[in-house]
C-alpha cells in the first residue's frame, strides 16, 4: 500500500526567502507524482506534474524534482511572497493503470510581509 | 472550457436523509474521479470512471456510497442515510486517459451533516 509523507505540516518563512518542501512515498512504482496548492475552503489547483522517467519540472518560481529510487520529491519556491501562503499537496499516481492516486496531507505554508 | 464543475458548493442534511453531488469533467477528459477531503488531511480516494465504465471503488467505501457516470459525461455520487462522519469536502477530478494523466480538479462540495 503506497504511503505519501509530507513533512513539516507546517511551515512559516519571511518574504523574499527560499524555500523547500518535502514529500516522501514508500512504492516507487508510480506512473507520476504532481504537486497541488490549496487555498482554505477551496478546491486544488495543480502546479507541477512530473513523469515517472522524468527528474524535474520548472514553471515560474516553482521546481519539482523526483527521486524514485529514494521515493522523495521536493518542491522548490524561489523568491517567496505573502501570496504563496496556501496548503500544499503532493499526489503519487500508481504506476499500473494510472488511475488512483495517494495524497499526503500537504504542508501548510505562510509567507511574512 | 470552464475546468471541472461541482454542484452544489454547499450542502447541510439532517442525518439519515439522502444526499447527491454533481460533477461536470472537462469535456475532453474520458476519465473522472471521486475523493473525499476531511479537515488537516490529504484527499481521500473513493472511486474512479473511464467513461461510463466504474473501473475501480475504495474499499473503504460503504454501500451507503454509489457513483455513476451515464453516457461518460457527468457524474453523480450519492451518500444514503447520512451520518456525521460523512462531513467532509467532497472532490471532483478529471483526466484524460492517454499523456500526462495530470488531474484538474473542481471547487469541491462541502457536506455537513447534522
Known amino acids: 500500500k503506497q504511503e505519501v509523507t509530507q513533512i513539516p505540516a507546517a511551515l512559516s518563512v519571511p518574504e523574499g526567502e527560499n524555500l523547500v518542501l518535502n514529500c516522501s512515498f514508500t512504492?516507487?512504482?508510480?506512473?507520476?507524482l504532481q504537486w497541488f496548492r490549496q487555498d482554505p475552503g477551496k478546491g486544488l489547483t495543480s502546479l507541477l506534474l512530473?513523469?515517472?522517467?522524468?527528474r524535474e519540472q520548472t514553471s515560474g518560481r516553482l521546481n519539482a524534482s523526483l527521486d524514485k529510487s529514494s521515493g522523495r520529491s521536493t518542491l522548490y519556491i524561489a523568491a517567496s511572497q505573502p501570496g504563496d501562503s496556501a496548503t500544499y499537496l503532493c499526489?503519487?499516481?500508481?504506476?499500473?493503470?494510472?488511475?488512483?492516486?495517494?495524497f499526503g496531507d500537504g504542508t501548510t505554508l505562510t509567507v511574512k510581509p | 472550457d470552464t475546468g471541472v464543475s461541482q454542484n452544489p458548493r454547499h450542502k447541510i442534511t439532517k442525518r439519515g436523509q439522502n444526499v447527491t453531488f454533481r460533477c461536470d469533467p472537462i469535456s475532453e477528459h474520458n476519465r473522472l474521479y471521486w475523493y473525499r477531503q476531511t479537515l488537516g488531511q490529504g484527499p481521500e480516494f473513493l472511486t474512479y470512471f473511464q467513461n461510463e465504465a466504474q473501473l475501480e471503488k475504495s474499499r473503504l467505501l460503504s454501500d451507503r456510497f454509489s457513483a455513476e457516470r451515464p453516457k461518460g459525461s457527468f457524474s453523480t455520487l450519492e451518500i444514503q442515510r447520512t451520518e456525521q462522519g460523512d462531513s467532509a469536502m467532497y472532490l471532483c477530478a478529471s483526466s484524460i486517459s492517454t499523456g500526462l494523466y495530470g488531474y484538474t480538479f473542481g471547487s469541491g462540495t462541502r457536506l455537513t451533516v447534522v
Open positions: 512504492d516507487s512504482a508510480i506512473y507520476n
Open positions: 512530473i513523469q515517472s522517467s522524468q
Open positions: 499526489a503519487v499516481t500508481r504506476g499500473t493503470n494510472a488511475g488512483k492516486s495517494t
